[in-house]
């Protein structure tokens, strides 16, 4: 009997011991408000999806879409070729910071401080405020 054999006995093996499922992380209800987007999408079974989220979560990677939707605000991720409405979800990421303006803009927000680059962000992002 080995050292883990012995520990396993000891403290139980926790295969007959039911999961206890955890709360969730975020209780309060996702709504994007009047930052809404709605994203028709074709899963991989040729069904047709809606989704609502904000706006203000879609990000880009390769060729891929994410964004938290409603009503969990848990992230998804979407394939632009499946995604109907293409050139609205488009011009809504179009729309968004960089990855630097928004860094830029949380520095700033988290500390109470400013500069001049921070002003000309807010002017040209008044979401962000």
Do not use: C
Request: proline share 7%.
């Amino acid at each position: 009997m080995g050292l883990f054999d012995l520990l396993r006995m000891l403290l139980g093996s926790g295969a007959d011991s039911a999961r206890v499922p955890r709360a969730p992380s975020n209780p309060v209800p996702f709504d994007p408000g009047n930052y809404a987007i709605s994203v028709e999408y074709e899963n991989f079974r040729g069904e047709q999806k809606t989704f609502l989220g904000d706006w203000r979560s879609l990000r880009t990677r390769r060729h891929h879409i994410s964004l938290s939707v409603a009503p969990t605000g848990q992230r998804i991720t979407l394939s632009q070729d499946r995604i109907q409405n293409l050139a609205e979800v488009a011009a809504a990421v179009a729309r968004l910071p960089t990855g630097q303006q928004r860094r830029m803009m949380a520095f700033h927000k988290n500390r109470g401080t400013t500069s001049p680059l921070y002003e000309s962000l807010l002017e040209s992002f008044p979401e962000w405020r």
